[in-house]
């Protein structure tokens, strides 16, 4: 049997199975909230076009509008600054598109302290493990987060000093950008920084580091907690939006089983 002959085998079979790390996308998915005088992207909406009536009797269809960052969504490198001559959403080369993916789980202590950083060392003992993180891969940041995606206000978890959401410290996302083989991190909460990361200095330093170095981001993931440390492969989608800074993706990771 041919090598994808094997990979639909598996699929109908269910010795492979597809795990879905996207959260629905509707009028309630929580979105990033910046102060002003910052610009704030807008929640999804939709305006119903006909619906089996008279403005189109066959027909049920609507016009939708989006922020390119909300829900789960692509963080592509001309999203910052530091990877403005990178790739755009639509450069993106598909290849990389379907890449294996790790999983570092520090639910537990993201529970303890919701402003729970990662740092190398967390890194380095994990893959004393599990082994090297995968060349050209993702890591995937697990923290709980997702079990909050249904209350906006659990969720950005914002108080009057700011939003207080685990992340990555300065120190580690620069050595991933720079020293590490992977190619982007995917987090379950609303960006790939720290809640706290406008503090950091540099402030926000996973978009940074990693976008800097034409990497990428994957954000407000779900079912982490369904995949392996290793072994997944993960297949993001994102929509090829000309010029793009990200884009609103589904995110399919397919595990043996």
Same mark, same amino acid.
């Given at each position: 049997?041919?090598?994808? &002959?094997? /990979?639909?085998?598996?699929?109908? !079979? =269910?010795?492979?199975?597809?795990?879905?790390?996207?959260? $629905?996308?509707?009028?309630?998915?929580?979105? @990033?909230?910046?102060?002003?005088?910052?610009?704030?992207?807008?929640?999804?909406?939709?305006?119903?076009?006909?619906?089996?009536?008279? +403005?189109?009797?066959?027909?049920?269809?609507?016009?939708?509008?989006?922020?390119?960052?909300? %829900?789960?969504?692509?963080?592509?490198?001309?999203?910052?600054?530091?990877?403005?001559?990178?790739?755009?959403?639509?450069?993106?080369?598909? !290849?990389? @598109?379907?890449?294996?993916?790790?999983?570092?789980?520090?639910?537990?202590?993201?529970?303890?302290?919701?402003?729970?950083?990662?740092?190398?060392?967390?890194?380095?003992?994990? *893959?004393?493990?599990?082994? $090297?993180?995968?060349?050209?891969?993702?890591? @995937?940041?697990?923290?709980?987060?997702?079990? +909050?995606?249904?209350?906006?206000?659990?969720?950005?978890?914002?108080?009057?000093? &700011?939003?207080?959401?685990? !992340?990555?410290?300065?120190?580690?996302? +620069?050595?991933?950008? *720079?020293?590490?083989?992977?190619? &982007?991190?995917?987090?379950?909460?609303? =960006?790939?920084?720290? &809640?706290?990361?406008?503090?950091? *200095?540099?402030?926000?330093?996973?978009?940074?580091?990693?976008? %800097?170095?034409?990497?990428? %981001? /994957?954000?407000?993931?779900?079912?982490?907690?369904?995949? $392996?440390?290793?072994?997944?492969?993960?297949?993001?989608?994102? /929509?090829?939006?000309?010029? !793009?800074? =990200?884009?609103?993706? +589904?995110?399919?990771? /397919?595990?043996?089983?």
């Amino acid at each position: 049997m041919s090598v994808l &002959g094997d /990979l639909l085998a598996g699929l109908s !079979g =269910g010795s492979i199975e597809v795990v879905d790390l996207t959260a $629905p996308l509707s009028e309630d998915t929580p979105i @990033l909230q910046l102060p002003p005088p910052f610009a704030n992207t807008q929640h999804f909406s939709r305006t119903e076009l006909s619906r089996y009536d008279d +403005r189109g009797p066959s027909w049920y269809w609507n016009d939708f509008t989006t922020g390119e960052h909300v %829900g789960t969504h692509f963080d592509a490198p001309v999203h910052w600054v530091t990877g403005r001559d990178g790739d755009d959403v639509s450069t993106v080369a598909v !290849g990389k @598109l379907i890449a294996p993916a790790v999983v570092l789980d520090f639910a537990d202590s993201a529970v303890a302290d919701p402003d729970f950083l990662l740092e190398v060392d967390h890194v380095r003992e994990w *893959e004393a493990s599990h082994g $090297p993180l995968p060349d050209g891969g993702w890591l @995937l940041y697990r923290t709980g987060w997702d079990a +909050r995606s249904e209350d906006s206000d659990r969720f950005l978890n914002a108080n009057e000093t &700011g939003p207080h959401t685990p !992340g990555i410290s300065v120190e580690c996302a +620069r050595w991933l950008a *720079e020293e590490s083989p992977v190619m &982007g991190v995917g987090v379950e909460t609303v =960006g790939t920084d720290a &809640g706290a990361a406008h503090s950091f *200095e540099p402030a926000f330093p996973c978009h940074s580091f990693l976008l %800097g170095a034409n990497k990428y %981001g /994957l954000t407000q993931l779900q079912n982490l907690a369904r995949l $392996p440390a290793t072994g997944a492969l993960l297949i993001a989608a994102p /929509l090829p939006i000309v010029g !793009g800074s =990200g884009s609103p993706s +589904r995110v399919l990771a /397919l595990v043996e089983r």
